[in-house]
């Protein structure tokens, strides 16, 4: 398995290359997507993962009994990673699903972790997606940004994808960057740094995902159905047993050049000034004294946008209005809804 996705890895570098410097979309249809038989394999949920299109569309489904989940066969150093992703609709308050990266198996204490996780909500009320990362075992520390989308998740399949090279890691939602980490010396060895496997599951988050654990998950309206496609397992395969890499190589450390386009920073930055809902760095509550990695200017006009728990001003003033108009329903007035 692994030999056949290095062979695969080289034979589409170029491409790969070429590509990336125009639009993450061209590079997600130039890239080879796998079937759920060449590159993943069942962790969880029986009857509840079913394999659509000769493989090429997953479906993950909740309810009362258990959710799913699937992971890549092989870990990875270093890569892009990317799924088409169909969220569930109606009412899903306390339903997570998450498309993320980790070796909590291979490495217990001192797991690395890339996440993506979409959390549910009450009827009326959008998906919230929340990214975040953990390196070298810093859980403690969550360094969790929440956003909403400027699309109904639900409606149609779309791109979320994750760039890991030694100095960066780079969150997409379609061909528009919304998040960027920069290995920092200030940060110490929180950057992930250890070979990966790729996971998607869908699962019961009542206790917290809603409104802090305020809005369960209803069984009544179950199954909810997550659905996958399109998936991209581009990086370095790592042997399972000794962690060795072809990546490890100097002359094959490519993806180690990649960053960002000035046309997709200025999308990020706009992206991030009108989506973005609460940034870690600004939770005083949490964090009295920020991250080592949080660089903030007080005076800013965007610290002033947000208040000392992290949450956007904007956001929480918009759903008190927007709940005064809604008395005849039950609507949430927290910010995290």
Request: proline share 4%; aromatic share 14%; net charge negative.
């Amino acid at each position: 398995m692994m030999g056949s996705l290095v062979l695969c890895f080289f034979g589409f570098s170029l491409l790969f290359f070429l590509c990336f410097a125009n639009a993450v979309t061209t590079v997600i249809d130039s890239l080879p997507t796998l079937s759920f038989e060449e590159g993943y394999t069942q962790l969880f949920g029986d009857g509840n993962l079913m394999l659509l299109r000769d493989g090429k569309r997953v479906h993950l489904s909740l309810d009362e009994r258990t959710g799913a989940g699937f992971a890549s066969q092989d870990l990875y150093l270093h890569g892009f990673f990317s799924a088409s992703i169909k969220l569930p609709s109606d009412y899903t308050a306390g339903v997570v699903v998450a498309f993320y990266m980790s070796n909590g198996d291979a490495f217990e204490k001192t797991h690395d972790e890339l996440d993506f996780e979409f959390l549910g909500n009450v009827r009326g009320r959008e998906w919230r997606v929340q990214t975040n990362v953990y390196g070298n075992g810093s859980t403690a520390v969550g360094r969790e940004e929440r956003c909403d989308l400027w699309f109904d998740p639900t409606e149609d399949f779309h791109h979320y994808s994750i760039l890991w090279n030694h100095d960066r890691i780079i969150f997409y939602v379609d061909d528009t960057p919304i998040r960027e980490i920069v290995r920092a010396e200030a940060a110490g060895g929180v950057f992930p740094a250890k070979p990966m496997s790729l996971y998607a599951t869908i699962w019961d988050g009542s206790n917290w995902a809603t409104s802090g654990g305020r809005y369960k998950v209803k069984y009544k309206y179950a199954p909810y159905v997550a659905e996958f496609s399109e998936l991209v397992l581009h990086g370095c395969a790592v042997d399972p047993i000794d962690h060795s890499s072809p990546c490890e190589r100097p002359e094959n450390a490519r993806y180690d050049t990649l960053t960002m386009s000035s046309d997709q920073r200025a999308r990020m930055t706009s992206f991030r000034r009108n989506h973005m809902q609460y940034l870690y760095c600004y939770d005083r509550d949490r964090y009295p004294t920020p991250p080592p990695e949080c660089s903030i200017d007080e005076s800013s006009k965007e610290r002033q946008s947000y208040g000392l728990d992290g949450v956007r001003l904007g956001d929480r003033r918009r759903r008190h209005r927007r709940n005064q108009g809604e008395r005849g329903r039950v609507v949430e007035a927290d910010a995290f809804l």
